[in-house]
């Protein structure tokens, strides 16, 4: 697959409304800091496969960066993903009051790249990898991105990691930007997308919404927001709901 076509690959977020709400007004993408995640082993999972890859006299080293870097990490995840999941909509839309986000892996990646670009900040981004941490004596990662930001900052071999998840989560078929920003001591960051009608392809309401509801977000984007552009609809899914 060449650049042009990954970067056209579907991402998803299942959120519920009120986080809808959020991002039309600000029109920012929300980054959570590594060590905010309710997985607590969020950047650990991988520890193990890190300290394989590189000598005994840095594995302390290893890990003190390995902890570090989740106090200086910021995460966006997204579903990859072709068409839409129920299972994402029963876990990250849990109610009638949901609904899922579509952009691409390109417009994701061009809306960090500029905010790296105006900041000391670096980053990379590629799809999770649930198992086979390590091959041939190095970290799995092949999926990811190239880092990128400013001036090309070096990125810590530990954030390889952050990549890595358990294989209990593989139905999350997750794809994340990691962006390193050492000078943000708060829980989270906000990176602006530019045109939101360019970021945001497509709106799906839950498929257990009533029609009343998938109308009134309609009206919201198209004339409290003024986003004409951005398409708002039920869930194909509903089908299987009986709605």
Not at 1 to 20: G, Q
Not at 89 to 102: D, E, L, R, T
Not at 209 to 228: E, H, K, T, Y
Not at 237 to 242: E, V, W
Request: hydrophobic share 40%; glycine share 6%.
């Amino acid at each position: 697959m060449n650049s042009i076509e990954a970067e056209k690959k579907k991402l998803w977020r299942y959120m519920p409304l009120i986080s809808l709400l959020g991002f039309l007004q600000t029109r920012e993408l929300r980054f959570s800091r590594a060590d905010k995640f309710e997985d607590t082993q969020e950047g650990y999972v991988g520890l193990e496969a890190l300290l394989s890859t590189v000598p005994p006299e840095l594995h302390e080293k290893a890990k003190q960066a390995l902890h570090r870097q989740n106090l200086e990490c910021f995460v966006s995840c997204w579903h990859l993903s072709s068409s839409e999941s129920l299972a994402m909509w029963k876990i990250y839309g849990a109610n009638a009051f949901s609904v899922a986000v579509v952009s691409n892996v390109g417009k994701v990646i061009s809306a960090c790249h500029d905010y790296c670009a105006d900041l000391s900040a670096a980053g990379m981004f590629g799809e999770v990898v649930y198992d086979n941490y390590v091959s041939d004596g190095t970290l799995n990662v092949q999926a990811l991105g190239l880092p990128f930001g400013y001036k090309e900052l070096p990125i810590s071999k530990s954030i390889l990691t952050l990549f890595m998840k358990a294989k209990a989560f593989s139905y999350e078929q997750e794809w994340r930007v990691v962006l390193n920003e050492k000078s943000v001591s708060e829980p989270a960051i906000r990176v602006p997308i530019g045109d939101i009608e360019e970021f945001v392809e497509h709106v799906y309401v839950s498929p257990e919404a009533p029609d009343w509801m998938v109308s009134s977000i309609g009206s919201l984007v198209r004339d409290q927001f003024g986003l004409s552009r951005i398409s708002v609809s039920k869930s194909p899914l509903a089908k299987h709901f009986g709605i």
